[in-house]
């Protein structure tokens, strides 16, 4: 029995080394992400002169978040605290804002990012480039690598929007097959922009298979093989001032 079963144990032992490859590229990007805008913080609190109030962009567990715990500013009055509040969540990328206190500040209140922008840039790169795959697979072809990279800088300046990764592909093949298979690809591509430090929490994917060909094309023409981003911004709740702070 332990003879027939040994073939599979590297197989398994290659995926497991896999899954934890990904978790820790996903944390080591997570870490990055919450330590830059850390030090953002740090320099907009510092210019508005809002010391000793320090943003904490990990959770009590050590984890890194983007939604900033603010610590410090128990002795100030709260349209100082409103102020320093708002400056925090006009740093793009940071979502909530809350006290240690209690009190909180809704999602950023700063004037939303317009989604179109980066998306229209992303839409150029993608226009004349696509992004390729190795034939019948999911692993993203090695001169697609540049283009992956200019995407992600174009997603950069709208961090803190949902960006949907939306994977299409042409009529051959069983339909079952296509969903999946574009399924796969375009969480291929939201791992990359992953590792280029786009964070995961905004990222969404989904596989339409061949449901969607391009207008004028021909549904088996392998022109519908292709990934479409959509950026959509996160609307901004309207808060009271720094919401209803809470009991200190």
């Known amino acids: 029995m332990s003879a027939l079963r040994s073939p599979y144990l590297p197989i398994v032992a290659g995926a497991l080394l896999c899954m934890a490859l990904a978790l820790a590229a996903s944390r080591m990007n997570g870490a990055?992400?919450?330590?830059?805008?850390?030090?953002?913080?740090?320099?907009?609190?510092?210019?508005?002169?809002?010391?000793p109030v320090i943003a904490h962009f990990r959770t009590e567990g050590g984890l890194p978040t983007r939604h900033p715990l603010l610590s410090g500013g128990e002795e100030l009055n709260e349209a100082t605290r409103a102020r320093i509040a708002n400056v925090v969540a006009a740093i793009p990328g940071a979502g909530g804002i809350r006290?240690?206190?209690g009190s909180a500040l809704a999602e950023s209140s700063a004037a939303p990012i317009r989604p179109l922008h980066c998306q229209n840039e992303v839409e150029a790169l993608l226009r004349a480039r696509t992004i390729r795959f190795e034939e019948s697979s999911t692993r993203i072809d090695a001169a697609s690598q540049q283009l992956l990279d200019e995407v992600a800088a174009a997603l950069r300046p709208c961090l803190g929007s949902i960006i949907a990764i939306t994977g299409h592909t042409d009529s051959s093949g069983p339909e079952p097959g296509n969903?999946?298979?574009?399924?796969?690809?375009?969480?291929?591509?939201?791992?990359?922009?992953?590792?280029?430090?786009?964070?995961?929490?905004?990222?969404r994917v989904r596989g339409m298979g061949s449901s969607d060909p391009v207008e004028g094309l021909d549904p088996t023409d392998p022109a519908n093989r292709r990934i479409e981003f959509s950026v959509i911004a996160t609307e901004a709740i309207v808060p009271t001032p720094v919401d209803t702070p809470g009991p200190r």
């Open 32 to 51: 990055a992400m919450a330590d830059d805008l850390a030090a953002r913080a740090e320099l907009a609190i510092a210019e508005a002169r809002g010391a």
């Open 99 to 101: 006290w240690t206190d």
């Open 179 to 203: 969903l999946a298979l574009s399924a796969d690809r375009a969480e291929a591509v939201r791992l990359a922009l992953m590792n280029r430090g786009i964070p995961a929490d905004g990222l």
